[in-house]
């Protein structure tokens, strides 16, 4: 059943939608969260866990630096274990366009209380054993980077939020936004309507459609991303930091007793497709030969596909459209929403609640587009 009326709900299940939740029942605020499959089973399962703060945009390097403070604490608040490694984020890099750009990312970086620093190769290559200097200039890392189980970080946050007595309804698709002289008067949904004057779009590859049930346009498209695992590795090497050939954005880290890998592919098309195919392996696999070629005969143990929410400039969207009033969203995220979650949870609350957010995303507004303005993060992989 669905209460008929909460003060706010909250389209979406993944680290977003359940962190918002999360701190919104905290701060004593009446939250409802719709789900349309299970928690988590949309773009934050598929991740690759990693999480950082080594960004070239300074609201990415705060919003990753607090997210990381909180992955952190995430035993004490919200509770539970999240397996945490934080070993690090190396980028390797081959291009000197590319080692300029990252040399200007570490000094804001520091500036803003990263640990980072830039790398010799052969300081790169001691730190990940696997790799091969060959054709690398220098690379970029930060001790305080890694990864964690973005399932357990979901489950974390929504267990909390229920104990603060928030409804998290599972297989609730919403149908649509009901506005009425300018102003939200409900969510529907194929189990009843829901009376509320706020809602956050925390709804990942599908806000695009979340936002035109209320007339705002969220200028979001799905992008599949594969990711592979493979069988047990021999004398996998403590504590190697999460790798990242930035040219061909090929990266691996370690996943139990195997490694977890991935890159991106340029010949993907937008769109919902979830199943995996071998159309990217062969990009892969000349990677994988090139840039760490011991990995090159490790067996797949399995594998999955995920989508990413892909804007414009592959900067985030999250603010409150000008109409139908009190419509927020947090979406577009171009695979940093799960490092991000828990600071994007904190700005949401102090958005909702009518005060100053704990960060300033006033410029990640969506309304940037509407004036041909964009503002790109350079270290997407």
Known sequence: MLPSRAEVVVIGGGVIGVSTAFHLAEAGVDVLLLERDELGSGSTSKAAGGVRAQFSDPVNIELGQRSLRAFENFAQRPGGEIDLKQFGYLFLLSDPEDVAAFEN???LQNELGVPSRMLTVAQACELSPYIVPDGLLAAAFSPSDGHCTPEAVVQGYAQAARRYGTLLRRHCPVTGIGVSDGQITAVHTDFGSVETSTVVC?????????????????????????ILVTEPVPDLPPRMP????????????????????????????????????????????????????QLADIGVAHGWAGLYEVTPDHNALVGEAQGPSRFLYAT???????????????????????????VDVSGLDARRFAGAETRPEHNCV
């Open 105 to 107: 990312s570490v000094r």
């Open 202 to 226: 925390a709804a990942g590859a599908w806000s695009a459609e979340v936002g035109q049930f209320a007339g705002v346009e969220l200028p979001v498209r799905p992008l599949r991303r594969q």
């Open 242 to 293: 999460f790798t990242i050939d930035f040219a061909t954005t090929f990266y691996f880290h370690d996943e139990g007793p195997g490694l977890l890998i991935g890159m991106s592919d340029p010949d993907e098309e937008y769109g919902f497709r979830m199943g995996t195919d071998d159309r990217w392996l062969g990009r892969l696999t000349d990677a994988v030969a090139r840039r760490a070629p």
């Open 332 to 358: 577009g995220f171009s695979g940093h929403g799960f490092l991000q979650g828990p600071a994007i949870g904190e700005v949401l609350r102090d958005l909702v609640l009518g005060r100053p957010p704990v």
